[in-house]
């Protein structure tokens, strides 16, 4: 490292995206790590009745995945960048409870390995940027599906859309975290405009990123994308006993 | 819908797309402050942020420490991300998994 390395910008150089100890206070930071304990408790269970071989594996490249795009960060505005949060990625591919555990361990390991997202707001990163994407916006991704056509292109547009107002929806979490506890004393509502106004671009990269690898995955593996298991049971020999199997 | 390609070839092939993205591609990233941080600095509560706790870790800031070429450094953090990301998810749902077999009752060798 260069003599001139000021270790006191780390939360707004290179690389850093994630919230930071000291934005939050320590009460509601706290009461965020207790919403991921019992978020990701409740997933762990479900994802213990859900996976398979196919699906460990699966998973394993999905949080690989996500942990690489999430470090492509893009830009969006001027001296403002973007960067995928991926939940409604992992959640379309491998489903809301495993997908919340992927991007789960994606935020463990930028935390602790990378120190990027402070020790004490690991639980408002979880809850973010892997609960809310992963269940908000799979909500949202589910309503669009019986909206839009049961096709190959429904599946990867409803994707697309989804996740980016998923990104919109954990920047709106995290202005409702700011209003509860949120230090330097900026009001809640310029800190809301802004965030959902430069989210709204992010959510954009976001939508295209998700649409894409969507897509790249049913051109290959289709019976893989857990958000397109409909079609794949719908095809001529595909196997009914997927039908039952509960999101 | 079938599959067009075998699980073992998507999953390398999808590894390496990772690898590629986190090794080669990572270090062109922009490095503009992202939405986060950029709301903080026009709003004024970015100077709240704490330095992080395990600020002196060996790859803290997506850079190995003593690699000196910048590029290098953040490219080798993620192929290290990538890996560390990949055999723990993988382990955990490893685990994960013989629980789930072993309440349902499943015989606990496996072999599926």
Known sequence: ?247 | MKARVGLGLFLAGGLLVALFLAFVLSPEASSKPDGLNKVAIDKGFSGTAKAHTLEDTPTAGYEVRGVHDGRLSRGLAGLIGVTVTLALTGGLFAVVRRSGRARAGAPPSGGT
């Not at chain 1, 390395?5 to 009461?31: C, E, K, M, Q, Y």
């Not at chain 1, 001027?78 to 489903?95: E, I, K, Q, R, W």
Request: glycine share 14%.
């Open chain 1, 1 to 247: 490292m260069q003599a001139g390395h000021n270790r006191n910008l780390v939360a707004v150089s290179w690389g850093r995206v994630h919230i930071p100890d000291g934005f939050i206070d320590a009460p509601t930071s706290a009461a965020a790590g207790a919403v991921a304990v019992g978020g990701v408790a409740i997933c762990l269970k479900k994802a213990a009745d859900q996976l398979d071989e196919k699906r460990v594996a699966l998973a394993g490249l999905t949080a690989a995945f996500i942990f690489a795009v999430q470090m492509l960060n893009f830009p969006v505005a001027s001296g403002t960048s973007g960067h995928l949060l991926g939940g409604v990625l992992a959640a379309v591919l491998v489903g809301p409870y495993i997908g919340a555990l992927c991007v789960t361990v994606v935020l463990s390991v930028q935390c602790l390995l990378f120190a990027d997202g402070g020790l004490s707001a690991l639980g408002l990163n979880v809850v973010n940027m892997a609960l809310v994407t992963a269940f908000g916006g799979y909500v949202i991704f589910l309503l669009l599906r019986k909206l839009l056509p049961r096709t190959v292109g429904g599946v990867v547009a409803s994707s697309g859309i989804a996740s980016a107002l998923g990104v919109v929806l954990a920047s709106l979490v995290f202005t409702i975290e700011y209003a509860i506890g949120g230090t330097g004393g900026a009001s809640i509502a310029t800190v809301g405009g802004a965030m959902v106004g430069v989210h709204v671009l992010i959510g954009i990269g976001e939508g295209v990123i998700t649409g894409l690898t969507v897509s790249a995955v049913l051109a290959s593996r289709p019976d893989l994308v857990h958000g397109a298991r409909d079609l794949y049971e719908r095809a001529p020999g595909g196997s009914p006993a997927l039908v039952g199997d509960a999101a």
